[in-house]
């Protein structure tokens, strides 16, 4: 087995093997544990680096291993793969950086940190994923290793909140296997293919393709909280502020997002979902859930809960740009896979720094913190001004281009959800904006921890600067080579090639 066939098995197992000796780590053993988590996000970031270069030289990684004469479980490396392993590499190194800082002082660090890590293996085998059956195995790995993140506080609301989202997402998971075995008994192993494949499968099989294709976003739109399936995340916002990020920029909303890009491009092709019809409604349900998301941000008073919301109605974004079945709205779709992923992770640090350093988890209670905490309220400013699509942040470029999308297809409507969507986030973001800098405080915070010469804690502090500035990079050198916006286009080149 060469290098070629390596690579994306050293990739999982870059944070699958920490993952499995933290679990045979003591709780004391805090430096080891630390060097594992590090050093297994840093040798990641280097083998992703390594591909990143080899795919856009049209280099090929492939592993497969047969389970029967016709299935395998496969990985391989294509661009879209890459942008969203290149996602969860960099953003899973962050997130080790807070989540270090965060439970400095908490018990069960090294339960945390084992699950935590073999819940990036499990997105990064989503990523590389060369087939569906592959997919749906890594998927329902992500759900088992994810619920432990979920429940750590061991809280009864935390308990509730983990029952719901193991009740929500392993039914999806039921769905989707349906699918798959549908699907599989009457084309045979289903392959991730550029451009789709089923159009070739015969037209006696239209009808039964439209259920199937429905029963597939029903199993992914539950993780990536399409309206009515969302109602696990709002409840899932009872873990500890890193699983938060975790599960809304990286993780588990993000793999249902892309599992949806990946039925409508690289399973049913784009041409042949518009053909069967099935586009149309895809778009209108990811349009209803921008827009309810939204609206139900608004009455939030719970920090959290309000950005559960937001990311809710963000996510949607992608799924919207892929149904309207046109190359500039899929770039912008697919770009705001990354651009998302800074904004939310962002305002999720801030967020945790917020309820760590001074015990503030209400929006109510945000008057004037930005004289208190100013380098993480100005991370959070930058994200939500991301999100609402202020120029020149990663926010606008995705919209932008989804509006362009959008009209270049005919598709009119589009913009006015946009529209809508953005004057919603800036009733929802812009009052908190306004009052931690403009508003003065109302007395004592409750409770204020001191962490030395900074603000917070330097680990809590470094990942939410880093990532805010990056929100701004993204956008300000969209187009230079190798940014996510020049990515984007070099897979909706690849997908729309005659």
Sequence with gaps: MNLDHLLPLLVIASSLIPGLVIFALGEERRRARTIL??????????????????????????VRFPITQSIDFALHADPFSLLFLTLSAVLWFLTTIYAIGYLEYSPHRGRFFGFFSLCVAATSGVAL??????????????????????????????????????AYTVSGGAVLLLAMVWLQSIVGPV???VGGFLESAGHEYRNTFRWIFALLILGFGVKAALVPLHGWLPEAMVAPAPVSALLHAVAVVKAGAFGI??????????????????????????????LYGSIRAVYQDDLKRRLAYSTIS?????????????????????VHLVHQGLMKITLFFAAGNLAETLGIHKVSQLNGVGRRMPWTMAAFT???????????????????????????????????????????????????VYATWFKPPDGPWPHDHERGRFETHLWLLVPPVFTAISVVLVGLLASIPFSPLDWARLIVEREYRP
């Design 314 to 334: 963000q996510v949607s974004y992608i799924a919207l740009g892929t149904a309207i079945a046109g190359p500039i709205a899929t770039v912008g779709g697919i």
């Design 191 to 193: 392959e991730f293919v």
């Design 37 to 62: 988590n590090l050093g297994g996000a840093s040798v990641k970031l280097l083998l992703v680096a390594m591909m990143l270069w080899g795919v856009s030289q049209n280099h090929v990684y492939v």
């Design 382 to 432: 930058i994200a939500a001004l991301g999100m609402i699509g202020v120029p020149p942040m990663a926010g606008f470029v995705s919209k932008w281009l989804l509006g362009s999308g959008a009209i270049a297809a005919g598709q009119w409507w589009v913009v006015g959800v946009l529209a809508g969507s953005t004057v919603l986030n800036a009733i929802y973001f812009l009052p908190i």
């Design 261 to 290: 890009v990946r039925v409508v491009y690289d399973v049913f092709g784009v041409g042949f979902s518009a053909e069967l019809g099935v586009a149309t409604p895809l778009a209108i349900v990811a349009a209803v859930t921008i």
């Design 129 to 166: 994923s060369a087939n569906l059956l592959t997919f749906l195995v890594f998927y329902e790995m992500l759900t088992l290793t994810t619920y432990p993140l979920v429940v750590h506080r061991g809280t009864p609301e935390s308990i509730r909140g983990g029952r719901i989202y193991l």
